[in-house]
Nanobody, 124 residues
Framework: EVQLQASGGGLVQAGGSLRLPCVAS????????IGWFRQVPGKEREGLSY????????YYADSVKGRFTISSDNAKNTVYLQMNRLKPEDTAVYYC?????????????????WGQGTQVTVSS
């Protein structure tokens, strides 16, 4: 059974940091792009970042490039999204996701596996 267990959300002031872990199981961790989307009410789910640890490949959306860093711990089958210099516009529900292809990060409907969301709220 595929599982993506996301956690780490919370309330933080603008300029602060949060780290979101996603624990994956049920599929070959090294072979999949694993990462994060976010969604605010009334808007489409936005692909933020992924990592494919088997080929050391990462992707960042322009909206988070330079502020967010994705990493993986293969021994723990866990992907981390370190979010620094948070802004109020980063407020959203963050979803862990996994897919065979990194190109799916441009279209949420293509993603194979989803975890539950975790709320991130950034106060001004």
């Amino acid at each position: 059974e595929v599982q993506l267990q996301a956690s780490g959300g919370g309330l933080v002031q603008a300029g602060g940091s949060l780290r979101l872990p996603c624990v994956a199981s049920g599929f070959p961790f090294d072979d999949y792009a694993i990462g994060w989307f976010r969604q605010v009410p009334g808007k489409e789910r936005e692909g933020l970042s992924y990592i494919t640890s088997g080929v050391a490949s990462t992707y960042y959306a322009d909206s988070v490039k330079g502020r967010f860093t994705i990493s993986s711990d293969n021994a723990k089958n866990t992907v981390y999204l370190q979010m620094n210099r948070l802004k109020p516009e980063d407020t959203a529900v963050y979803y862990c996701a996994a897919d065979k292809y990194g190109s799916s990060w441009y279209e949420a409907a293509l993603i194979a596996f989803w975890g539950q969301g975790t709320q991130v709220t950034v106060s001004s």
